[in-house]
């Protein structure tokens, strides 16, 4: 797959809470490379088949033009 489908989730510090500081918002991003099955449905964890070095030379090469307008 040339451009795998993503989804991505924005962890934020609980907004009906104090203020809480050992809290920090991080970003995942998830690549769509296979269906969600029994395992991921029935304990909430995603099995990624990628081995990391992979990933990260594929994040490596990977090219990002930040001119770029997103599509509407």
Do not use: C
């Amino acid at each position: 797959m040339d451009k795998p489908a993503y989804n991505y989730i924005i962890h934020t510090s609980p907004f009906d809470t104090q203020t809480l500081p050992h809290f920090h918002w991080h970003i995942e991003v998830i690549p769509r490379l296979t269906r969600v099955a029994g395992f991921e449905w029935g304990t909430g964890f995603y099995i990624n088949p990628v081995p990391p070095e992979q990933a990260a030379g594929y994040l490596h090469d990977t090219e990002v033009d930040l001119t770029a307008q997103p599509k509407k």
